[in-house]
């Protein structure tokens, strides 16, 4: 056990420490120990060491020693079981949590020592643990329920269809292009968690891209206002088209009648900048945080809707930000709807790669991830401590 270990290591370091001084002080009366003795009644004194008539001393000192260091060994064992009682109740409240109930929190108590920090760096992971797994319990019963959402109303219309004794090949077809449909809105649903797990993994091999070349191939046909100046990046170029056409779809989507939607790409010191504004529904601060996970829409509204979003296009916008090493900013408009700005960091130099590689190498083989994680100007003075960084109006 790791407890007993460092409890009989620490005992034998009290007792090490303790024979290692016990033999210099009792080294030093020996040592210094001489007689004096006169030849003749006018000689030269002569100095002589009796080491061999002191031998009884001698033994009896090692003796007292060798007790004196047994003793020093409890005690060690003692004082380090004592010292160690916090750790070992600290490493069984954890197994318990950990594989019981991860709302459990350990007791750190009032003393500002190690053993307390420590607590307070498990109850923190253990915190992050359980709003991980209870995002993923969420994330997998909204999965779930939107891929059955679909099947249950496509059994529908066909039990429908067949029940009717006065089926025509006019009403059949109906009902196949409304299970046609469905199967579509199933088929897009995958396509978004697909597109979700795979930038949620990273980037396997980064290439070099305008990002407004990659815009204007996804609002061809999009009617939205555009200005899209060069912007050289470095990345995925497919993850970067989703990411852009989920902005734009998200702006286009979530309007008003009459409203408008913008993109602008720029560079700015070196890193393609892409930013798309629209008007919309109102959309309190504190919401804007939420809209970036899965599954998640304004209000009380229900995932589904009839223009067939299903609340993941800002949820992979995140991911995709995060996989580049991008920084999201969002701000929420005063008179409705989003600005939302990501920022790329700067393409690195081809020397500076071929130098990272060499590093690498040298290093076994590893891999070396730069990220940018300078800030944006905020457009407020609150501090923006949650991912994405949300501004208010």
């Given at each position: 056990?790791?407890?007993?270990?460092?409890?009989?290591?620490?005992?034998?370091?009290?007792?090490?420490?303790?024979?290692?001084?016990?033999?210099?002080?009792?080294?030093?009366?020996?040592?210094?120990?001489?007689?004096?003795?006169?030849?003749g009644s006018s000689g030269t004194p002569v100095v002589s060491y009796p080491g061999r008539s002191l031998l009884p001393q001698i033994t009896v000192a090692l003796i007292t020693l060798a007790i004196a260091v047994a003793l020093s060994l409890?005690?060690?064992?003692?004082?380090?079981?004592r010292l160690l009682r916090p750790l070992r109740a600290i490493v069984a409240t954890a197994r318990d949590i950990s594989a019981t109930n991860l709302s459990r929190r350990l007791r750190t108590g009032d003393r500002d020592d190690e053993f307390?920090?420590?607590?307070?760096?498990?109850?923190?992971?253990?915190?992050?643990?359980?709003?991980?797994?209870?995002?993923?319990?969420?994330?997998?019963?909204?999965?779930?329920?939107?891929?059955?959402?679909?099947?249950a109303a496509e059994r529908t219309v066909l039990q429908v269809a067949l029940r009717d004794p006065e089926a025509s090949v006019a009403s059949l077809r109906v009902a196949c292009d409304e299970v046609l449909r469905l199967g579509q809105q199933?088929?897009?649903?995958?396509?978004?968690?697909?597109?979700?797990?795979?930038?949620?993994?990273?980037?396997?091999?980064?290439?070099?891209?305008?990002?407004?070349?990659?815009?204007?191939?996804?609002?061809?046909?999009?009617?939205?206002?555009?200005?899209?100046?060069?912007?050289?990046?470095?990345?995925?170029?497919?993850?970067?088209?989703?990411?852009?056409?989920?902005?734009?779809?998200?702006?286009?989507?979530?309007?008003?009648?009459?409203?408008?939607?913008?993109?602008?790409?720029?560079?700015?010191?070196?890193?393609?900048?892409?930013?798309?504004?629209?008007?919309?529904?109102?959309?309190?601060?504190?919401?804007?945080?939420?809209?970036?996970?899965?599954?998640?829409?304004?209000?009380?509204?229900?995932?589904?809707?009839?223009?067939?979003?299903?609340?993941?296009?800002?949820?992979?916008?995140?991911?995709?930000?995060?996989?580049?090493?991008?920084?999201?900013?969002?701000?929420?408009?005063?008179?409705?709807?989003?600005?939302?700005?990501?920022?790329?960091?700067?393409?690195?130099?081809?020397?500076?790669?071929?130098?990272?590689?060499?590093?690498?190498?040298?290093?076994?083989?590893?891999?070396?991830?730069?990220?940018?994680?300078?800030?944006?100007?905020?457009?407020?003075?609150?501090?923006?401590?949650?991912?994405?960084?949300?501004?208010?109006?």
């Amino acid at each position: 056990m790791f407890s007993g270990s460092l409890r009989i290591r620490l005992a034998l370091l009290y007792g090490g420490v303790f024979l290692v001084l016990a033999l210099v002080v009792l080294s030093i009366p020996f040592l210094a120990v001489s007689e004096t003795m006169h030849v003749g009644s006018s000689g030269t004194p002569v100095v002589s060491y009796p080491g061999r008539s002191l031998l009884p001393q001698i033994t009896v000192a090692l003796i007292t020693l060798a007790i004196a260091v047994a003793l020093s060994l409890g005690v060690g064992w003692l004082m380090a079981g004592r010292l160690l009682r916090p750790l070992r109740a600290i490493v069984a409240t954890a197994r318990d949590i950990s594989a019981t109930n991860l709302s459990r929190r350990l007791r750190t108590g009032d003393r500002d020592d190690e053993f307390s920090r420590l607590g307070h760096t498990l109850n923190d992971l253990f915190a992050r643990l359980e709003a991980s797994f209870e995002s993923q319990r969420h994330f997998v019963a909204n999965a779930a329920h939107e891929l059955r959402t679909p099947l249950a109303a496509e059994r529908t219309v066909l039990q429908v269809a067949l029940r009717d004794p006065e089926a025509s090949v006019a009403s059949l077809r109906v009902a196949c292009d409304e299970v046609l449909r469905l199967g579509q809105q199933q088929e897009k649903l995958i396509d978004a968690l697909l597109t979700l797990a795979g930038s949620e993994q990273g980037i396997a091999r980064a290439e070099r891209f305008d990002l407004a070349e990659v815009a204007a191939s996804v609002i061809a046909d999009a009617k939205i206002e555009a200005r899209l100046d060069p912007a050289p990046a470095e990345g995925d170029p497919r993850l970067a088209e989703s990411l852009v056409a989920n902005l734009v779809g998200n702006a286009l989507r979530h309007n008003v009648p009459g409203g408008w939607a913008s993109i602008e790409t720029s560079a700015v010191g070196g890193r393609a900048v892409l930013r798309v504004s629209n008007i919309g529904p109102l959309i309190p601060p504190a919401e804007v945080d939420r809209l970036f996970q899965p599954f998640q829409r304004l209000g009380d509204e229900r995932v589904r809707r009839r223009d067939g979003g299903h609340g993941l296009g800002l949820a992979i916008v995140r991911a995709i930000a995060v996989a580049h090493g991008a920084e999201l900013t969002v701000h929420a408009r005063s008179e409705g709807g989003l600005d939302i700005t990501v920022i790329f960091p700067p393409a690195l130099d081809v020397k500076v790669k071929r130098m990272l590689r060499l590093v690498a190498g040298v290093a076994g083989h590893g891999m070396i991830t730069a990220c940018s994680t300078r800030k944006l100007p905020n457009r407020s003075s609150s501090p923006l401590s949650s991912w994405p960084r949300r501004c208010t109006g």
